[in-house]
């Protein structure tokens, strides 16, 4: 039984050319024993433990997971270079994405929050104090009720879905200052944790309260309940793309993920929240409706 592969975007796409030209690969329409599912590293953690309880159950099947971003994920899934790709977003927010060529499997929704360390003094924000945070306007802690203390931003890329839905419903899309920039959440976790004054994001999956905390906004902390009524607003689906509809193995990994007892158990115990309990809906343009 083969465990998860890390391995560079770079090598892992050459890899894919190489499958493709062999006769092997990554084409979700078709039987495979190999998948590979790339992209949100806020949707990461969840698809490493499906792929993990899947290959438990079926040993002749390997599953890769990597990370990347939605945006990587997205053009991966597109090009062929992966089985799936993992996003925060739609990809019609994506421009540059041939969005007729995929098909969509919303397997959850994930919160995100800014996170600061633990022994961070400050626990809430307004939204334009964010806001005013993150466009470089406040620059000391102390501006909001802190320490007096530099802020030092730790932002995402833009190829990131958690920075596009942090941007558009945390930010209101306004710019943000320079900062740090990191790729991974994983690392946005720790150098917010180990960094004095620091300040991030992240997908609610990897806040554990205890090196980090997630910041209430305007007063409204970032819960299952207050999510599903979009009374906290910052907030995504998890997309599995696949390249036309998913057939053979790949579907039977789709149809895991998707399932009663994966829903129901896994997915709240990992930080994320069933599509089926969230009671509005949110369209690619970010027009929010009641269920």
Request: charged share 20%; with cysteine; hydrophobic share 35%.
């Amino acid at each position: 039984m083969k465990r998860f592969k890390y391995i560079s975007i770079a090598v892992f796409s050459a890899l894919s050319l190489a499958l493709t030209a062999c006769g092997g690969g990554n084409s979700s329409t078709g039987s495979s024993n190999s998948i590979t599912a790339v992209g949100s590293t806020a949707l990461q953690p969840l698809v490493e433990q499906a792929g993990k309880n899947f290959m438990n159950e079926n040993p002749g099947i390997s599953i890769q997971v990597q990370g990347g971003g939605s945006g990587t994920g997205l053009s991966q899934v597109v090009s062929g270079g992966a089985t799936i790709g993992n996003s925060d977003i739609f990809a019609e927010e994506k421009k540059e994405i041939d969005v007729n060529a995929l098909v969509d499997h919303k397997v959850a929704v994930v919160g995100m929050a800014a996170i600061v360390s633990k022994n961070a003094k400050v626990d809430q924000l307004s939204k334009q104090q964010l806001i005013d945070i993150f466009t470089g306007k406040i620059t000391n802690w102390k501006e909001v009720g802190g320490d007096d203390q530099k802020i030092t931003l730790v932002n995402r890329p833009a190829s990131s879905g958690t920075r596009t839905t942090f941007f558009s419903y945390a930010l209101d899309k306004n710019q943000e200052a320079q900062g740090i920039t990191e790729d991974s959440s994983g690392t946005v976790r720790k150098i917010v944790s180990e960094t004095p004054g620091a300040i991030g994001y992240a997908a609610l999956s990897y806040i554990d309260n205890t090196t980090i905390k997630a910041i209430k906004l305007d007063g409204v902390e970032p819960t299952v309940e207050n999510i599903t009524t979009n009374k906290y607003p910052v907030w995504a689906y998890e997309h599995m793309y696949t390249k036309g509809e998913p057939t053979g193995d790949v579907k039977t990994f789709l149809d895991y993920v998707l399932s009663d007892k994966f829903q129901q158990e896994v997915v709240p115990q990992a930080g994320y929240i069933p599509v089926s309990v969230m009671k509005v809906d949110r369209d690619a343009s970010g027009n929010v409706t009641n269920k």
